[in-house]
């Protein structure tokens, strides 16, 4: 009976010293790092590069030819409409304004939106001559598919803002610039100035 007691205590002993000395090592291993396992990292990059470009496709602007009338002082005309204010500013010898449809036309061809600026190489007294009397004006105003422009804003020969935040769509990504002068008595000559466009 005493062995069986005996036996049945170094039996229990046998196994807390067991579990114990698993429970060691089970903990001894989690505090020692892994081996022979390797760890990679792998990086993907792209730059993609915004370009802002503006493209001029029709590139001239006509106002024609005539004189003031005896009975006006004054001319207005745009050049994108034969219409001229007052109506017989013109001695009708030639022609003031266009058809209608006499303007520059410009699009977006980057990959950004963009904004247009424009400088003219002229303001009115140089358009139109230093012997023109008080009242001449040479301007210019912006119609954008999309975004905003400026209307009637005269040339003052730095750059001016022409159109906002003109998208790259297709349809929605062109613009045209109507331009008009007030003619006053004293004008004469021939004027030409440039017109330049840059976008931002």
Same mark, same amino acid.
């Given at each position: 009976?005493?062995?069986?007691?005996?036996?049945?205590?170094?039996?229990?002993?046998?196994?807390?010293?067991?579990?114990?000395?698993?429970?060691?090592?089970?903990?001894?291993?989690?505090?020692?790092?892994?081996?022979?396992?390797?760890?990679?990292?792998?990086?993907? =990059?792209?730059?993609? /590069?915004?370009? %802002?470009?503006? *493209? #001029?496709?029709? !590139?001239?602007?006509?106002?024609?030819? &005539?004189? $003031?009338?005896?009975?006006?002082?004054?001319?207005?005309?745009?050049?994108?409409?034969?219409?001229?204010?007052?109506?017989?500013?013109?001695?009708?010898?030639?022609?003031?304004?266009?058809?209608?449809?006499?303007?520059? =036309?410009?699009?977006? /061809?980057?990959? %950004?939106?963009? *904004? #247009?600026?424009? !400088?003219?190489?002229?303001?009115?007294? &140089?358009? $139109?001559?230093?012997?023109?009397?008080?009242?001449?004006?040479?301007?210019?105003?912006?119609?954008?598919?999309?975004?905003?422009?400026?209307?009637?804003?005269?040339?003052?020969?730095?750059?001016?803002?022409?159109?906002?935040?003109?998208?790259? /769509?297709?349809? %929605?990504?062109?613009?045209?610039?109507?331009?008009?002068?007030?003619?006053?008595?004293?004008?004469?000559?021939?004027?030409?100035?440039?017109?330049?466009?840059?976008?931002?």
């Amino acid at each position: 009976m005493n062995d069986t007691k005996t036996l049945a205590l170094l039996l229990v002993a046998a196994i807390v010293v067991s579990l114990g000395g698993t429970m060691v090592s089970l903990d001894r291993l989690g505090q020692l790092a892994m081996t022979g396992r390797a760890t990679t990292v792998g990086t993907a =990059t792209v730059t993609i /590069t915004a370009t %802002s470009i503006v *493209d #001029v496709t029709d !590139t001239t602007v006509a106002f024609g030819s &005539d004189s $003031l009338a005896e009975s006006n002082d004054v001319c207005f005309t745009w050049s994108n409409t034969s219409t001229t204010t007052p109506a017989d500013c013109a001695d009708g010898g030639g022609a003031w304004g266009s058809a209608g449809t006499d303007v520059f =036309t410009f699009e977006n /061809t980057g990959s %950004s939106t963009i *904004d #247009v600026d424009v !400088t003219s190489s002229d303001n009115a007294a &140089d358009f $139109l001559g230093s012997s023109c009397s008080t009242g001449k004006a040479f301007g210019f105003s912006c119609s954008p598919a999309s975004g905003t422009g400026q209307t009637t804003l005269e040339f003052s020969k730095a750059s001016q803002n022409c159109v906002n935040n003109l998208v790259t /769509t297709d349809g %929605s990504d062109t613009g045209n610039m109507a331009l008009y002068v007030n003619i006053t008595s004293g004008c004469s000559g021939t004027g030409s100035a440039t017109i330049t466009f840059a976008a931002s």
